[in-house]
């Protein structure tokens, strides 16, 4: 019984380190204390509904909405960076990631928040990528998730 526990306790980390895998990038909100709001991938390679911009000279492809809510983070005194899982945490990428691609940046004159608030924009079905890290850690502990992946 004691060792099917043990095998059963290092099957669950392994699972909720899948989910968001060293490499991944994302727009990240933070307070002004460093503790997570958001977040947004983004991706690496060219996908439907994605546009082509540069964070601090790295080259990634990201949904228009992403970058009105980063616009709109900003407004809202929270602090936005592009940062990656590097399997044990997350590193920053670009500080300031707003001052470096704009709404003209990704072709549109609209306002941020029209466009950060449209659902039609959204791709991912509900049950998107983080909602699954979540759902990890909540079935590991066996209760509520009592903070977030994306925390220093």
């Known amino acids: 019984m004691i060792i099917l526990a043990g095998a059963l306790a290092s ?8 989910a968001v895998k060293a490499g991944d990038f994302y727009l990240i909100s933070r307070q002004v204390d460093g503790t997570f709001y958001g ?3 983004v991706l690496e390679e060219e ?3 994605y546009v ?3 964070y601090c000279g790295r080259k990634v492809w990201v949904r228009p909405k992403s970058v009105a809510w980063s616009l709109m983070e900003v407004e809202n005194k929270r602090l936005v960076r592009l940062e990656y899982s590097n399997g044990r945490g997350w590193v920053e990428v670009c500080a300031k990631a707003e001052t470096h691609v704009s709404m003209a940046d990704i072709g549109s004159d609209e306002d941020p928040l029209i466009i950060s608030n449209d659902d039609s924009a959204n791709p991912l079905p509900p049950g998107s990528k983080l909602s699954r890290i979540s759902e ?8 509520k ?3 977030t992946y994306h925390q220093q």
């Open 47 to 49: 996908a439907a509904g």
């Open 11 to 18: 099957l669950l980390p392994a699972r909720a380190e899948e």
């Open 39 to 41: 977040s947004h991938q």
């Open 136 to 143: 990890a850690f909540a079935n590991k502990s066996g209760g």
């Open 145 to 147: 998730v009592k903070g």
């Open 52 to 54: 082509a911009v540069a």
